[in-house]
């Protein structure tokens, strides 16, 4: 359904990097949710990351609810918004005209709408448009929150970098906390010297990438549907929706390769009269559908395209190869930005499949 | 959707393990393509496996269908089949009722559905039912096949033996080669090696995993759509739909980790008045659109949770802490034999992509 | 999506009238429904109507169940079933090779599946592709009645003949007369007037039509979603996939055309601190959405275009002008058993709609 | 899907009467379709009906479209627009507070909103939501023109006052004509008659319905899908999306319930190697596909709801009996304004199956 999203929930996006204003519309909701806007601008401001090491253009990114709110209460119908685009600079872009940007999806779109597409700043291909996820995400990262469902994650590795492992004893007032952080690390320390090596990367005129680390805590045994709405599925549909996400591992992941059976399975016991796994290797999933555990994936974020090197690439306007150079106002990293759309999105996903389970009135 | 997948074309799957068959409906195929019944056969030889080192349970998997095709040909409305589960042994089972078997979605199932679920061999959770999605995608398979595109998997990794890598100068002979081939590496050495591994494992009594690469190769660019229905958001759907699949990454994907911006561009270039790459780091798909590049993507398999080592675990019938054994007929690996769903099922996501840019005469 | 109904239930149909079978699955179930075979059995029974008007074709439909279902129960997971089509007999329809039968889908078919289609019979566009509907919707028929939400059709005008309208005093008291007749009127002498009027129809060689009223009765106001979602969206969508049907109103229906605004509201009213209408013009529904009262539709079900006369038409493979006399077991009204698939249809469309409201753990 | 329609074309709808604003997202357009807004602002100038017959109440209704579009091509992505709702006069209604007008939603939104609705002017139930649809739909309906398919409507009947019928041997000219006209007859004589009862009504407080008749011609012989995705079901599907009608009829509708089947049926002939019906009673569908004949169909429209009339009814907050007067602006009539939504939910229907048929490059 291309830019639809979601079964009982749906997500509809628009809007292009450089347009008028980027936006979404939310389907499913209850009537009577409470919206709490400070929620979500905190949600918007940690996507903006406004600390030093990130892009200095400021687009107090406010969205403005058009439809389906009434009093700070959802109503029960379609929920619009949109999310103004202040802040455009297309002429940035115009020397770019015909120039396939280097991991980019300028000549992807150029193929596909023969040039009918919205070319400045990735159009409708920008990381823009996760502000849209994330004001939609926000809103039911909220709800689930209330009914003691968290979800959180933290930069697993930048660049190399390792944070510390979650401490699986105080993991609620860890996922709290990171909720609280700019940047998402467990580890202070590990975090600055992540800075650091981002601070770098912008030196060197290059980027950088890494690894989040996704939990989500509290959603009952038995959550999730078989097959293709499998909550494995629905969260990878999600996620690869996000431009600079290139991988995802649930549990274990692709260190399953070298495990045997005996190793990676994870067996159960009960205590109090609860099941719980003593392993997670399989990160709160099997066969698609939640065991109790909490559920654990992670993603890996490329280091961004946009980059102030040199690169070679092509015109395809007029079919040459040429050299360019981007100027402008571009993230050395945007994996501590990325980890807010992650959260927001994979909200969205456990609430959809949360709501095919029990019905919308659950959110309340 | 549950248990429907795909957009313009849907695929809605049904059946249990030890039920009377499993099968699937496929809709919006066109009218008048061809059924090759030897192709899809010979796919499902693949999952089958029968060389020594897989089960010995041989059931004969002919699809039966039962509408929308008339002749050899599609006649243009819903396709209908079904698998017959010939030499189902619910008996087997019998002694694991109430027990949650480590790795498997038993207990899942059960706080899902509340013992109304069939339990017996993984019911609905089986991965009997990937008999269905091998049936449905070999027809999309072949058609692609017959518009020059090809879709090929090897083994690239089991439990820690790596096979070689594609030659991309030759790319197109060795997909053809693996496609021939029931155990599917290009090195026949490192097959025998893993062969070995996988015997081992047998008399262990215990089970290994591994990873899949997968290529597409001639899909034109600018296949695929935006946001959700990227071509990385449709696939990564459909694998995660595989019980035993726990990753995916496309390109570089988890190395982007610690790559830089500059070494994870791929520079564009033209030549004879195309468009292509010097590298391929990114997989083929830029902003979720393909950029004429092949399609490359890794899965991991993780290892058979079916083993015969006494394993800890619970009654959730008797709220008990429990050991078992799994007696029966267990694949040691099922790497060799998941390689044939993932093929058809990244068949079937992209014939569902490009029917939705060119219209399903396309197929044709 | 083709041959795929609904929202959080869904219904995709297949098969083809002198093919092997029809059949269809079922998605979004809850697990824990009770499967009731005798009321099934009797939905279906009241579609063959082996009455002397029908007819005399008996295939002792009896829909196979191959999964989803067990002991009686559904497990959760999508349920399959078959109804094999024991008494094909294409031979009676091989002299129609090429033929356009008047008021049938065959030259449609034809310029749609340009000579792919199974042309016996009408193939997928066979009436007989109702009978997947009605084992579809006796299901949820039987689980609304536990919920003590009952639907029933009755026959309101055969070819000008009028049966007697709803006795609003008694209507559950009719409605459960209804379910247990095979020909459906209030009015027992106005239905034997029917019952003549359609062996007349059959001695003339030709074929009569009428009008079906349905009751829905016990839907809680607030049921049904706003715009394409509404209860009259969702029915009339349904009321069309059954081939004969060409007309649907709602209340008044047409008859709104000649009232005035005053006459045509329903005024509310308190009583015992409930509220309902005096009149019930708008037939229950308002802006799409149960307002409590009885929900009242009628369709119009067009005079079986089979027919023994001679009838010009063409040779769409021969491009000729020809004459046929279609030979055969041919029904010279389906009204009578074209009621129950509405009775059915409905009753899944309305279960789809408090499925959305309440979840599928309401209908057990 | 609520307040989503479509398939390989979608419109989602958004807002509420007296909100900020009412718009819609159209996904699946292809790149490079031009927009003609002034065509856009015909269909919405007919909507309003700027006629002296009509509401005084002008608001400009532009649709400003917000992503999607460049340079008056279409992008390839989703487009956005909203219409903003300039004259908002919520204080018109503050003394409706609770009280549930006659043939409005407002108390069946009540009972499922549970008082969180915005009941301001009907909210998301107000025909203000059907400028949406003609936005979207008016885009679709100058594309079919390009492609040499008309849609259009007249005042078959209001108040019982008959318009002339179609003269086929100039249906062209004629739906043309209809076309430019404010007030859509096709005998301007019956045309003033019926104006002259449309203001008797308002002078008697009272409001008058009629009946809508709609053809669509051009379409090619084999459009449409089977069952669920038929012609007729989805139109009416798209028809019962707008408030007022309850009724729609294809062919001769409900004249077939007094038919026999040799009248019923329309015999097929050869002219000119092409295939046509002497009569077409089906109006041009047979089995849900078009045979090529004009499709045609009637849809009734009941009297305004909104009446200055004193009538009786509840406070459904204070559970008490009530009389209301309904003061403010209020059409005697929305036949005329109801026929625009008509025509351009039916070109968006129409383009979706062509679309579904041929790719949506086919629009071009």
Redesign the interface.
């Known amino acids: ?5 979601g ?2 929930l ?1 997500l ?5 990097s450089h ?5 979404g ?1 939310i ?2 909701l209850p ?2 949710l409470e919206i709490d806007m400070d929620y979500i601008m905190w949600e918007m401001t940690k996507r903006k990351s406004t600390v030093d090491i990130s892009t200095t253009r400021n687009e107090d990114d406010v969205p403005l609810f ?3 709110i ?1 009093d700070g ?8 918004f ?1 999310i103004p685009n202040k802040n455009a600079r297309p002429s940035d872009y115009n020397e770019l005209q015909g120039i ?1 940007r ?17 070319a400045s700043g ?4 920008s990381g823009r ?1 996760t502000s849209v996820m994330v004001t939609a995400g926000a809103i039911l990262k909220k709800a689930l929150q209330n009914k003691g469902i968290l979800v959180s994650s933290h930069i697993k ?4 970098i390792e944070d510390a492992d979650f401490d699986w004893n105080k993991v609620i007032e860890e996922m709290l906390d990171l909720n609280d952080k700019e940047f998402a690390v467990l580890d202070e320390e590990k975090g600055n010297l992540m800075i650091e090596r981002i601070k770098s ?1 912008r030196e ?1 005129q ?6 989040l680390e996704t939990v989500v805590y509290g959603v ?11 909550i ?3 969260i ?6 996000i ?1 600079a ?10 260190d ?15 205590e109090d ?1 609860m ?1 719980f ?2 392993t997670n290797n ?2 709160g ?8 555990m909490p559920i654990v994936f992670q993603t ?8 102030g ?1 040199v ?4 015109n ?1 306007e007029t ?3 040429v050299e360019i150079k981007i100027n402008g106002r571009h993230d050395p990293a945007i994996i501590h930005r990325a980890r807010t759309v992650v959260d927001c999105m994979t909200a969205f996903v456990m609430a959809d499949l949360l709501v ?4 919308n ?2 959110l309340i």
């Open positions: 359904m291309r830019n639809i999203f079964n009982a749906t509809t996006i628009f809007g292009e347009g008028e204003c980027v936006g519309v389907d499913g009537a009577g058009l439809s389906g009434k209460f959802t109503e029960g119908t379609s929920v619009a949109i396939a280097p991991g980019h999806a300028d000549y992807a779109a150029q193929a596909k709408y023969e040039g009918y597409q919205d990735g159009g409708h291909f448009l590795n930048l660049n190399g990367a060197e290059d980027s950088v990438g890494g690894i009952p045994a038995g959550t999730g549907e078989p097959l293709f709405t499998s494995e599925s629905e990878a549909q999600a996620m690869f929706s431009g996400i290139k991988g995802i591992q649930f549990g274990k992941g692709f399953f390769a070298t495990m045997k059976g005996s190793e990676a399975n994870d067996p159960f016991y009960v009269e099941i796994t003593r399989n990160g999933i099997n066969g698609g559908i939640s065991n109790g890996v974020v490329k280091p961004t395209p946009s980059i090197k690169q070679h690439t092509v395809f079919m040459e190869n095919q389970r029990y019905g009135r659950w």
